[in-house]
């Protein structure tokens, strides 16, 4: 009976710690650093690089960036920024490719991953994050 009475409070001492986040104050969370006013621009000039042709490219963002918990899958970063949107770049003939999704992940304000196209930047886009 005790070890049912003190399993108990375990699990209600870790759901008292599940309350939702105010998303307005979810721009200042320490684990990874207030996202930059400028993010945009960072995650653009990041974009750049993977880009045949980054001249002329139009970006779309999603609203609000959102943060996410790595989890495991980077080694030394457990939670981060996801940015959404779109890229619409230029190909080699200087005609667009067609708008395409991306996902950047940045932790503080600096981005360490990107996907282009791919089913995670898809999700991410259309407010799956």
Same mark, same amino acid.
């Given at each position: 009976?005790?070890? %049912? ?7 209600a001492?870790?759901? !008292? $710690? ?7 104050? !979810?721009?200042?969370?320490t684990?990874? $650093?207030?996202?930059a006013d400028?993010y945009? /621009?960072?995650?653009?000039? /990041?974009?750049? &690089?993977?880009?045949g042709?980054?001249? $002329?490219?139009? @970006?779309t963002?999603e609203?609000?960036?959102?943060? #996410?918990?790595? +989890?495991?899958r980077?080694? +030394? #970063?457990? @939670? ?5 949107? %779109? #890229? ?5 003939? +200087? $005609?667009? %490719?067609?708008a395409?999704?991306?996902?950047s992940?940045?932790s503080h304000?600096v #981005?360490? /991953?990107?996907e282009? +196209? !791919?089913? &995670?930047?898809?999700?991410? !886009?259309?407010? &799956?994050?």
């Amino acid at each position: 009976m005790i070890r %049912t009475t003190g399993f108990l409070c375990f699990l209600a001492f870790l759901a !008292s $710690g599940c309350a939702p986040s105010d998303p307005n104050e !979810s721009r200042y969370a320490t684990p990874i $650093g207030p996202l930059a006013d400028d993010y945009q /621009d960072r995650v653009k000039a /990041d974009l750049a &690089h993977t880009l045949g042709n980054s001249e $002329g490219a139009i @970006y779309t963002f999603e609203p609000s960036p959102s943060i #996410v918990n790595m +989890g495991k899958r980077r080694a +030394g #970063v457990r @939670y981060a920024w996801y940015v959404c949107g %779109t #890229v619409n770049a230029k190909d080699p003939t +200087g $005609g667009y %490719t067609g708008a395409k999704p991306f996902l950047s992940v940045l932790s503080h304000n600096v #981005v360490i /991953d990107r996907e282009v +196209g !791919s089913s &995670h930047a898809r999700e991410c !886009s259309e407010g &799956h994050s």
